[in-house]
């Protein structure tokens, strides 16, 4: 709907002043909190506890929203009061416009076909059902034709891998394809909105990284909104576009993981983040410098030549017209090439670059340093060339965080080609 | 001591029969007659059916449901009953734990179901089923006759009272023992209430509710035995029949045959359980 006032705004979901009270005066309890007592003094009084207090917030469009924080912190409770699978005590949670807590019971089931599909700690899948049978859950009691539904439930299933296991059963299946089951559930049904209640918690370290990974790929390719929970800062800063750490109920930071992790808005949050490897943490944008100069296909082997020489390098970025990248040139070649009868560019150079995006996490770039001699280049969504990350670079971005680079092999010393100060810069 | 005048319980609750029959005895006629002939028709039926026929269909049907091990068994069991005269009174008790065990179930299942979603109606629902199965199986013929007279059907409605509890509970804590994520799962997608039970619940709570319905069988197959008391044929009245003659072989003889019924059935419907759990 484009004349909503949400959706242009890029707000999908908007949560206001939300509390949750589990107990039998939830009045009473709001009404001590707002005296200013605290959870465990209402607990006392009262025997209630204040599962949430006073939580604002906004999901916005196609981001991947991590909501973070320790166990008992209200997280579970919190994702739950989006769908309503528990009931708010006071506040408002709308949806593209429509609020989510004023609906009577056969329009919050149309609200849930529609908008939100959920993935769960411990899978949640139906145990006498097939993989297939249990992607089409969705679509099934939506009352879709079966051809048409297991349809859609096998594109999901290919989606994450899972196509050949359609006949099986759950119990057949290891933890992390029962997640990828779960996945594929949640991805069937369309919905807009996709909820994750640590659904990676009960994973193996590995299995673990690999659905991350995944996920996020997945999320850029269907530009799926995801509301994401985990108890794990390491996985929330992996994953996050946007973080919000609760404590007790309450949110005590919003915001990207860089800004997380560098302006920490208070004692506890800096407590939480100690010892997080930065790696995990900075993109490729933190570290990238401004190239040289690139030149296009249509220029010579000796203009090239020059431009290396005035920037002191040993490679050069091949751009066409719209500044993409089509490849990479070496000094050799093009001395050589110089020499000879000076053939056109396009015959020179390497098109096979290392590239990444400027969001790539640096750790991930650590092996693409090993395997090649080249510098990485960060490229946008369109492939348009906007930096260049050398492997000193990585290390210096690092040290000015103060932390030491876990390496996966000793680094070799190595200067930077500039200095540090070409973040963040695009061309 | 003092004397504190008696509570005439007895006469309140023979009162409330009285007007219970009074009023409702046309209602329970035609029930007792319906029943009467669905029994008899039952019974007619399996009756027609060869013994040797059907001890051979029976001991298939085992086979196939458990394994050759109860089949033999079923050949066995059921020859020696024929063989000692005893086949019609088996038969008729069979048809009338069939009967009573149908009905039983009908009635408790939705109950179950109820129990098992709305609390209120679970603390309403237990006591009752408390008090039901502990009330001593005897009492609950003397109502039945003047409801339904002497024969079958007040056999059939004491044992259907008397078997019914299991199947409630069971039917209950199956559902209630399905994991709150899966529940979850199913109302996070949008289901109905209905679809939520259908596709969810009672498929995950059937070996359960299949545990509930062996024991109403069993405990339904017991009370047939005691409804010899009020003229129900079968097994029963042959054991009554002998103890008025004091003919302890005889007795001891239908007491065979029912244990040799009851081991059967229990076995038939154990495997169905365990072949559920297994899917
Ligand atoms: N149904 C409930 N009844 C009572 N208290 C609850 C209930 N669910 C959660 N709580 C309490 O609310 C707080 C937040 O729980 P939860 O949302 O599950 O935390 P998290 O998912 O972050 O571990 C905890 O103190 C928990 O004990
Ligand atoms: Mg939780």
């Not at chain 2, 237990?126 to 109502?143: E, K, R």
Request: net charge neutral; aromatic share 6%.
């Amino acid at each position: 709907m484009s004349d909503d006032p949400q959706s242009q705004d890029g707000v999908r979901i908007r949560v206001r002043k939300l509390s949750k009270v589990f107990g039998k005066h939830p009045d009473r309890a709001l009404a001590l909190r707002d005296q200013g007592l605290d959870r465990a003094a209402i607990l006392e009084r009262t025997g209630d506890t204040l599962g949430l207090s006073n939580i604002d917030f906004e999901v916005r469009s196609g981001e991947l929203l991590v909501i973070m924080g320790l166990s008992g912190s209200g997280k579970s409770t919190l994702i739950r009061c989006l769908n309503r699978l528990i009931e708010p005590s006071e506040g408002e949670i709308s949806i593209e416009g429509d609020e989510i807590t004023r609906m009577d019971a056969k329009r919050l089931r149309e609200c849930r076909r529609r908008h939100f599909s959920m993935v769960f700690q411990h899978f949640a899948l139906f145990p006498h059902r097939s993989v297939l049978a249990n992607a089409e859950y969705a679509l099934e009691i939506r009352g879709m034709p079966k051809a048409q539904r297991q349809e859609k439930a096998l594109d999901a299933l290919r989606r994450v891998g899972l196509e050949e296991w359609k006949d099986a059963y759950p119990r057949q299946l290891s933890g992390g394809m029962q997640q990828r089951v779960g996945l594929a559930r949640a991805l069937a049904s369309d919905s807009s909105v996709m909820l994750m209640d640590e659904a990676f918690s009960a994973l193996d370290p590995l299995i673990r990284r690999d659905m991350q990974q995944e996920l996020v790929g997945l999320q850029r390719e269907l530009d799926k909104t995801i509301v994401f929970i985990t108890h794990d800062l390491d996985e929330a800063l992996n994953i996050g576009d946007r973080i919000i750490l609760l404590k007790d109920g309450e949110i005590v930071q919003v915001g990207t993981p860089e800004e997380i992790l560098t302006r920490p808005a208070n004692a506890y949050v800096e407590r939480f983040v100690e010892g997080v490897d930065m790696s995990r943490v900075l993109t490729a944008q933190a570290a990238m410098r401004r190239p040289v100069a690139p030149v296009t296909l249509d220029d010579t082997p000796g203009e090239a030549l020059a431009r290396m020489d005035e920037g002191g390098v040993d490679t050069l970025y091949v751009v066409d017209d719209e500044r993409r990248l089509a490849g990479i040139l070496e000094r050799g070649a093009v001395v050589r090439a110089c020499a000879g009868e000076a053939p056109s560019l396009a015959t020179l150079i390497e098109r096979e670059v290392p590239r990444v995006l400027p969001e790539e996490p640096l750790h991930h770039l650590f092996p693409m340093f090993n395997k090649r001699s080249y510098p990485i280049a960060v490229v946008d969504g369109e492939g348009r060339l906007r930096g260049v990350v050398v492997r000193g670079a990585v290390l210096a971005q690092l040290a000015e965080v103060g932390r030491e680079a876990p390496s996966p092999e000793p680094v070799p010393s190595l200067a930077p080609l500039d200095g540090p100060s070409a973040t963040g810069v695009s061309s | 001591m003092i004397d504190v005048p008696r509570i005439p319980l007895g006469g309140w609750i023979e009162a409330g029969l009285d007007f219970l029959t009074g009023h409702y005895s046309h209602v329970t006629r035609a029930i007792s007659r319906f029943t009467r002939s669905n029994i008899s028709s039952l019974n007619d039926l399996l009756m027609a059916v060869p013994p040797w026929a059907m001890i051979v269909v029976i001991a298939l049907l085992c086979w196939r449901i458990s394994g050759y091990r109860l089949g033999v068994f079923a050949i066995l069991g059921l020859s020696l009953i024929w063989n000692l005269g005893l086949w019609q009174p088996t038969i008729q008790s069979l048809s009338l734990v069939v009967i009573a065990t149908l009905v039983a179930i009908i009635i408790a299942l939705p109950i179950g179901v109820l129990a098992a979603l709305s609390d209120g109606f679970n603390r309403v629902v237990m006591p009752i089923l408390d008090f039901m199965q502990t009330m001593p199986a005897f009492v609950y013929l003397i109502p039945a006759i003047p409801f339904f007279g002497i024969g079958a059907v007040s056999a059939i409605f004491a044992t259907v009272i008397f078997s019914m509890p299991p199947a409630i509970r069971f039917t209950a804590l199956g559902i209630r023992q399905v994991p709150t994520e899966l529940a979850e799962a199913a109302d996070a997608f949008g289901s109905t209430r209905m679809q939520k039970l259908l596709k969810l619940q009672l498929p995950l709570a059937l070996p359960t509710v299949m545990a509930g319905i062996n024991q109403t069988i069993m405990l339904a197959l017991s009370m047939v035995v005691i409804a010899a008391m009020i003229g129900a044929n079968g097994l029963g009245a042959e054991v009554w029949s002998a103890i008025q003659r004091l003919q302890p072989g005889a007795g001891f003889e239908a007491g065979i045959a029912v244990v040799i019924l009851a081991m059967l059935l229990d076995r038939i419907t154990q495997a169905m359980k365990g072949r559920e759990a297994a899917r």
